[in-house]
């Protein structure tokens, strides 16, 4: 199919690789089918979540597990239902990026991770309930907020 | 939006499985009990409106893709090197 992105133009994707996201992304609710670009980009750990019915809406997202080696995900089995997810090792983890005018300030939401269950293309953005991880993780210090 | 008034020690029910308990009251702070299915989640508002806040700034940002390919990430791998290095 042609797809309008924000980014890259009208480009055609394969109507196969449909994520779709049964409740959206907190803020975007309405918004439930979106396709990742860029994963043939080996060499860039930056991927795009870009919405199929809006054009206008990309994300920028990362593989939080290259961000930060500890990281983990913890949520309650519950909470995954919806997209089905029954066995750890077919699940696509990513994080929403953050990007400011200041790339130096650019931050990864570790707090809350998008999930996609890659047995049936269904994705869900969970938050996780402790504070281990911040909503704001900053990339380029490793961490911590850098000095404006 | 309905407003109903209870004491401590009182609940509201939601639906058939969800139940509010007024837990306790101490001046301003109010300990709230939730019962609810398991699929029901539960946050503080707050939480759930922050990860809003942030998909919309991070959605709202026009960013040039060449830009971020260009980026080398800082990854946060001190505790092996510092393993290693010893």
């Known amino acids: ?148 | 939006m309905l407003v109903l008034s209870r004491k401590k020690g009182q609940s509201i029910m939601i639906g058939n499985d969800i139940e509010i308990s007024i837990i306790d009251i101490q001046g301003e702070q109010i300990r709230i009990g939730i019962n609810a299915p398991r699929h029901v989640t539960v946050y503080r508002k707050e939480v759930f409106e922050e990860i809003i806040k942030e998909n919309k700034e991070a959605a709202s940002v026009s960013v040039n893709p060449e830009l971020i390919k260009g980026i080398n990430i800082k990854r946060n791998a001190n505790q092996k090197i510092n393993e290693n290095g010893n």
């Open chain 1, 1 to 148: 199919m042609q797809l309008n992105t924000k980014h890259f133009g009208v480009i055609d994707v394969d109507e196969k690789e449909t994520l779709y996201f049964p409740s959206g992304i907190p803020g975007f609710e309405n918004v439930k089918k979106y396709v990742l670009l860029g994963k043939q980009e080996a060499e860039s750990p930056f991927f795009w979540l870009q919405s199929i019915d809006k054009p206008d809406l990309a994300f920028v997202v990362t593989d939080p597990f290259y961000i930060k080696e500890d990281y983990y995900v913890d949520v309650d089995d519950e909470e995954i239902e919806e997209i089905q997810i029954t066995d750890p090792e077919n699940v696509l983890t990513l994080a929403i990026v953050t990007i400011p005018e200041n790339i130096q300030h650019m931050t990864v939401n570790l707090k809350a991770p998008v999930l996609i269950n890659m047995k049936n293309n269904m994705g869900k953005q969970v938050i996780m309930k402790d504070d281990t991880f911040p909503v704001k993780y900053y990339i380029m210090t490793g961490g911590s907020e850098p000095p404006r």
